[in-house]
């Protein structure tokens, strides 16, 4: 909601300062701009990025409109999960979360946090990583090492999203000079119009400067932005996820694994201690 906002905030302010300027809106709707400053911007896309990536792009924009953000709330509800999964583990042997790892969308104990299971990539992050756990034989540091691989690995598969994204606002501006260029080009054809029907050109010509200029600073580039900082925050919930395992992998009780988990956790939507002591204790 909050990038839908800003797009509005960015449009208004500099249509409402070119109308207080004296401007007209209608020099502005320049259709041959639009074609080839938008249209040249979508071939490089195309150039630059595997379909696979393209894909990655446009679920990566979906994500800014309607980021899946984990809340304090949905933390404590997250935490809670892992504390009472371990305290069943710890009562009864492993074996006994196991149909809450095969079928977690099933379980009264993982399905508590909506979000978790929702988000497919996560719960099989989650998932895999305690079935390797149930098969046994694996020490905590190279339970340590597999995670770190997989988060590699997620990290180097989406960050190209938002590096593609960005590199693409960044030629708008050029693709903009190439509008106005090719303006300039048909203007001088023309010159022998009069100073009315030139000047009308120049200024549609201008029109594709402006274009490349807004839509690269006011638009693409912060989105790409933002589609960086969605993935630093889903990288660093698999670390809190990672923080967990490997704490109870080690040997340490249930509430002490998701405290250490815990302080994993940014500050604006981390619990404190005693707020999530409370929740687990039903408080």
């Known amino acids: 909601m909050l990038v839908i906002v800003g797009i509005l905030v960015v449009f208004v302010s500099v249509i409402s300062g070119y109308l207080v300027a004296g401007g007209h809106l209608i020099l502005l709707w320049q259709v041959a701009e639009f074609i080839i400053i938008i249209g040249a911007a979508l071939g490089s896309m195309i150039i630059a990025a595997p379909p696979v990536y393209l894909k990655k792009i ?79 034989g694996v020490p905590p540091h190279e339970l340590e090492a597999i995670i770190d691989i997989e988060i590699d690995t997620f990290e180097h598969e989406n960050r190209p999203a938002s590096d593609t994204l960005n590199k693409v606002g960044d030629s708008f501006p050029g693709l903009g000079i190439v509008a106005a260029v090719l303006g300039i080009i048909v203007t001088m054809g023309s010159i022998d119009q009069g100073a009315a029907y030139v000047g009308k050109k120049v200024a549609a010509a201008l029109v594709g400067t402006f274009l490349g200029v807004l839509i690269a600073y006011g638009f693409v580039n912060p989105l790409a932005t933002n589609m960086a900082f969605q993935l630093d925050h889903e990288i660093r919930f698999y670390q809190t996820i990672k923080t967990c395992l490997v704490a109870y992998a080690k040997g340490n009780p249930p509430i002490v694994a998701v405290e250490i988990a815990r302080r994993t956790i940014v500050s604006g939507d981390r619990p404190t201690f005693q707020e999530l002591e409370n929740y687990i204790r039903g408080k």
């Open 58 to 136: 446009l679920a990566g924009l979906k994500k800014t409109l309607s980021p899946s953000h984990f809340t304090k709330q949905d933390n404590l509800e997250l935490l809670k999960s892992f504390n009472d999964l371990f305290l069943i583990a710890q009562r009864d042997g492993l074996l006994a979360i196991e149909k809450h790892i095969e079928n977690p969308a099933e379980s009264d104990v993982l399905s508590v946090n909506k979000k978790f299971i929702q988000n497919k990539e996560i719960t099989s992050f989650f998932c895999d990583t305690m079935k390797v756990m149930l098969s046994g």
